[in-house]
Nanobody, 121 residues
Framework: QVQLVESGGGLVQAGGSLRLSCAAP????????MGWYRQAPGKQRELVAS???????DYADSVKGRFTISRDYVKTTVYLQLNSLKPEDTAVYYC???????????????WGQGTQVTVSS
């Protein structure tokens, strides 16, 4: 069974930073775009950031300028750097392997288990 393994979540004060990691099997990582989603309690899961195999990136308006997605082909890991965190960023964050067409991202069937990010005010 394919597994995407996330880590790096935690509790942080508003204005703080976290770095999330998602390790993927090489065959999945090398042939897919990668995306980070989040789901807050009572809300739908939303796409936060995506990165193509080429390295091109896109972000939700709510996180532009604060979050940065990157990928490491040696470690077959995708990262999400979260800076200037706000209480409204509190959610479970999930990584996904999918496909990217232009600025659009289409989720694939491989998901991580989720990592909790909690931002206190």
């Amino acid at each position: 069974q394919v597994q995407l393994v996330e880590s790096g979540g935690g509790l942080v004060q508003a204005g703080g930073s976290l770095r999330l990691s998602c390790a993927a099997p090489g065959i999945i990582f090398n042939t897919n775009a990668m995306g980070w989603y989040r789901q807050a309690p009572g809300k739908q899961r939303e796409l936060v950031a995506s990165i193509a195999s080429s390295g091109s990136t896109d972000y939700a308006d709510s996180v532009k300028g604060r979050f940065t997605i990157s990928r490491d082909y040696v470690k077959t890991t995708v990262y999400l750097q979260l800076n200037s965190l706000k209480p409204e960023d509190t959610a479970v964050y999930y990584c996904n392997a999918g496909r990217k067409e232009g600025s659009g991202y289409y989720a694939g069937r491989y998901w991580g288990q989720g990592t909790q990010v909690t931002v206190s005010s």
